[in-house]
């Protein structure tokens, strides 16, 4: 990663002052009388087709779509799974010890990103991709293959958590990554509507989770009574992941590396005191803490919502309100799928008005829906739970609905990938991943329905506090990286421009001394 100052390339060199790498160190313009900038050429800027970036995109869509399919089938399973995995065991401390493997898998995930965030910083997004998703397709498969306490026991929960651990560990490097990735993917213009499509695989992967549950538990009981997925159609779903995960590996095999992080390795090694640098887990700490901290309060006000109306839902509307298992996970269905059809929207609505109106949306609308949300949820008429999910969808959609862009563009190119990994996965670890098991644990403490109504706010308004202290980052370039556009027109433009336009700061881009050509990504050869 090189330094900003074409003199001497390091920022410590007597021609950058502490005055100058302090500016950079909070992402603002540096003192530029202590050192000279080179302006931006049309050869600099990154050229990435729309068919180039579509491709790149699915790609990683499809890795978020597994990840999300299994925690929609443990989702649903759950109240299954208790009679699988904890038969003897009280009904509601059963249940509760399957919902801590979830919450396990979660407690996993920061070791997962402490070692595959740093790692995809200095080998590569692709690579770290492609090993998150084999590690997460075969954990997966293999819960379908797992003892029962009938045959073996209380010992039965041991291998499920273990697999759990697995899918964390995994997992702590596939959000992150897919995150990083898509974000370098996308042109400065349109990085809210495009990096919105990793989130719409999600929820598409959530909704198909379901509806295989739905679909199993309808035909095995059908075939074989109402015991038939106690019995063995539990297992059919999890196995489904096989060919999933074929499917999932073949794409990512076939990704390219993103051309931000390929211009930044290209670059002279960095300083350590280089902000911009590319840096472990230490060296992000220090660096860039405050943005790691804005970042887990957006993911903690994100996923506390987030898993309440996918993983957790399930459980209250079956346990709490009294709906049958089919028709608890029908439900959030329609309702997944039209906030997944939305996304775009709000990405597309973020590059246009900003990143913070829309969280600020998000933040007000978990504060003004949520409570009288889980109200029209215990009427216990499916009308009323229809209308309930709609409402609690509203504030999830707004959150997600450009997270994907601005997470990632709050960290430099070079640090991106362990910084994400270290700012997502400890919230959502700490804050997201634990919400069905807080949530049940809070009504069985204090026998008050609305607890997860609370706990959902509470967050929603950290969140939103945080979000007032957020450096605005739609239509920027990435720190760290040039310009990205879609066609040579708006490269020349951009740079012809570049002195009206507040949006362009070069003292954040790897900008070198002798251009190598431009980088038009959608030549032969690339």
């Known amino acids: 990663m090189p330094s900003h100052d074409p003199a001497d390339h390091r920022p410590n060199q007597p021609g950058a002052s502490a005055a100058t790498a302090g500016a950079r160190a909070a992402g603002a313009p540096p003192a530029v009388d202590t050192w000279e900038l080179r302006r931006l050429e049309v050869e600099d800027v990154l050229v990435v087709k729309t068919g180039r970036v579509k491709r790149a995109i699915s790609g990683t869509v499809v890795g978020n779509f597994m990840e999300w399919f299994d925690f929609g089938i443990y989702g649903y399973l759950a109240v299954t799974m208790t009679a699988v995995f904890t038969a003897g065991m009280d009904e509601s401390l059963g249940l509760l010890v399957v919902l801590l493997g979830f919450a396990i898998s979660f407690l996993v995930r920061p070791l997962g990103g402490l070692v595959l965030g740093p790692l995809g910083d200095r080998i590569g997004r692709q690579k770290v991709l492609f090993f998150t998703m084999a590690m997460m397709a075969a954990a997966t ?28 560990f995994s997992t702590g490097g596939e959000y992150a990554g897919a995150t990083t990735y898509v974000a370098e993917f996308s042109p400065d213009r349109s990085r809210g509507f495009w990096s919105s499509w990793l989130d719409v695989g999600s929820y ?28 063995y159609g539990w297992r059919i779903p999890f196995l489904i992941a096989i060919p999933l995960g074929v499917v999932a590996i073949w794409f990512r095999m076939r990704i390219p590396e993103t051309p931000a992080y390929e211009v930044a390795q290209a ?53 709490t309100v009294g709906l049958s298992t089919v028709t608890a996970a029908l439900a959030t269905v329609p309702v997944l799928l039209l906030m997944s059809a939305m996304l775009p929207v709000l990405g597309r609505l973020s590059d ?21 949300a889980f109200w029209l949820m215990q009427l216990g008429e499916l009308w009323a739970v229809m209308v309930a999910l709609a409402m609690v969808a509203v504030p999830v959609a707004l959150w997600i609905g450009c997270s994907a862009a601005t997470l990632p563009a709050l960290f430099p190119t070079a640090s991106r990938f362990g910084a994400m990994a270290i700012a997502y996965n400890l919230s959502v670890s700490l804050f997201g991943g634990t919400t069905p098991l807080f949530s049940q644990a809070l009504i069985d403490l204090t026998g008050n329905t609305y607890m997860p109504a609370f706990y959902i706010m509470f967050f929603g308004i950290v969140g939103g506090l945080a979000v007032l202290g957020m450096r605005e980052t739609a239509q920027r370039p990435l720190i760290g990286s040039v310009p990205t556009v879609e066609t040579r027109a708006e490269a020349v433009e951009l740079v012809a421009t570049q002195d009206e336009n507040p949006l362009i700061d070069t003292s954040s881009m790897p900008l070198v001394e002798s251009p190598q050509g431009e980088r038009e990504l959608a030549g032969a050869g690339r």
């Open 141 to 168: 498969a293999l819960i379908g293959l797992l003892p029962t306490a009938a045959q073996i026991g209380a010992w039965a929960i041991v291998p499920l958590y273990l697999l759990k651990m697995v899918q964390g």
């Open 352 to 372: 246009r008005i900003g990143r913070k109106p829309v969280y600020l949306m998000a933040a007000g609308s978990v504060v003004v829906l949520i409570l009288p």
């Open 204 to 231: 598409v992967g959530f909704a198909a989770g379901a509806s295989v549950v739905a679909l199993t538990t309808w035909i095995t009981e059908s075939i074989s009574g109402p015991s038939a997925m106690v019995d």
């Open 267 to 319: 670059a002279e090694e960095p300083d350590a005191d280089d902000p911009l640098a590319r840096h472990g887990i230490l060296g992000i700490l220090r660096h860039h803490w405050r943005a790691v901290l804005i970042a887990m309060a957006v993911v903690a006000a994100t996923n506390t919502a987030g898993y309440a109306l996918t993983s957790y839902m399930p459980t209250y509307l079956e346990d």
